[in-house]
């Protein structure tokens, strides 16, 4: 009986040992380094408790991080999860099925193309001289409002944001169809009966019926915005003038260009503790589902 | 965790009937409406879709067009350009993309098969520990860790090579993937695998001959959506490859952005080149791909 336990096991220890090797050790691990100065170009590692931690505090690119990453966050709840919402259900309610069906596939074919390849394309559409949307201002008449977007720290972070819009926005539509399509008939034929027009239906049937995937969304879409970091590298780099560092683009160029990896480990820790936070929501959340249910 | 999800999704829309109930007008005025609805929902299929095939079209193109007639057809399309791109790096990066997706696309099914198998068929020693461990790394994201998955990497010596990126992508995706597979046998009867064992197969060969076939669809999804992951992941190729030779498309693609710098048909040829595998895949597959999303949210 031991015996075959023991063999049983064997099945499940290949996940078991490659998670707790490469997913728990390296985040435990990171927030051990996270208490030393040290160099990957010099041995030896000094302690400095929470002095990476204070440095940070004090840094204001890490501060400019951070906003920009809750700007990602905040606009990518709007368009994500919001507009999306709002879609899925025209496409469920006003669309016939073949149309909607291709609607939908057309929207989800960013999210099969790299956050790279998007991002190079994007990088081009803004260019000053020739990109397609200062071009497209000037033919319709805009022309002033036409600039340099990725190359004015004013605007580069919100070029990044807005491409991100586009590539992601098609993936939620896809889930949250499917969410709006598991509400039950009859609760639109109701509300139908008792008078209520289509925006009203919207808010009184369909968003609160899809509630559990919206919150889901939310919480997937927050961790996604505060890890976000290729996007970023590939269109500016977190430039100009670090304009548009995020979390993620900081720790980077923190470790393998400033080589402080104390210091790249305590922003690792930092992002680590949001998404944990957004994830451990997310787990309860799905408690109270068990419960409910 | 209420992981426990019951009968899989149909892998279309229920038969949906209603739609066309409720698609029809109204009341008066919502014509207008439904003029201005379609419209809408063209405009952004325009927005959607043109960069897209802009991008197709420009690496047909020469440097002279893209910049004095941006929104023009190629004046001489030839497949040249995406002939150079092909040569110039990238066969080599598609090469190296193809392999780190195959490996990790075949490792992250089989172990994650095998855990959730595991998980909910036998009785393991600490399965509720076990599981916890599984499903809670979901909520984790390692590329967090970029410091230290260096250093472990070096000790391993596998630092700058195909396996660095094969062992990672599969680790970290490893707890979705059996996620997704355990909902999916929550809800498969145990009777056949029962009559299997009656009839003198062993565990192992039940789980070839009878758990692999039953959990196809779900094994399709999951393997599709690693593929996506694994083709397109950026940080940890960018960070853990150095050797030109082994570099995957995305961090090659974008060294090539720097190289060519002003050679834009190239670079445009190589991004499309790059993108077309993925699209041409969703597109024969795509209710596999909105199945094992679906699933995978939680409904």
New interface residues.
Partial sequence: MQRRRFRHALYAAPALALIALFVYYPIVENIRLSLFKFSVFQPGMRYVGLENYRQALQDPVFWKALANNLGYAVTSVIFQVGAALVLAAILEGLIGRRLRGLLRTVYFVPAAVSMTVAGLLFQFLYQPDAGLINSALESLGLGRFAHDWLGDPGTSIWGVVTMSQWQSFGYTTMLLTVAVQRIPRELYEAATVDGAGRVRTFFAVTVPMVREMTTLLVILTVSGAFLVFNEVMVMTGGGPSNSSQTLGTWLYSSAFTGDDMGYAAAIGTVMFAITFVAGAVQLLHSRRKAVAV | ????LHEP?PAK??P?V???R??RP?RSGSVVL?VL?YCG?AA??V???Y??C??ALSGLKTNGE??SD??GLPAHPGWGTYADAWHQGVLGYLLNSALVTAASVLAVVL??A??A???TR????FSQP?LL??L?????????????????LQALHIYDTYWALI??Y???K??FT?FLIRAYLLGQPVEVEEAALIDGAS?WQT?WRVVVPMARPILVSAALLQA?FS??E??FA??FITDEHLKT???G??DM?GRLNSD?PM??AG?TI??LP??V???VA?RHF?RG??EG???
């Fill in positions: 965790m209420t992981l426990a999704a829309a229920p949906a209603p739609g066309e409720r698609g109204a439904r609805t929902l952004l299929a927005a959607v879709v960069p897209l802009w991008m893209i910049f941006p929104w172990i994650s095998w855990a198998y595991g998980l036998l009785a393991l020693p076990a461990l599984v809670g790394a979901m909520m984790l994201s390692p590329t967090v860790a970029l410091v230290p998955l260096t250093q472990l062992v990672l599969t680790a970290f490893v707890p059996t565990r789980f996506l083709w397109n950026y940080a960018l960070v498309l995305p961090v693609l974008a952005a834009w670079l445009f991004l790059a993108a993925m699209i895949i969703f597109l795509q909105v999303l679906s949210i939680g409904k």
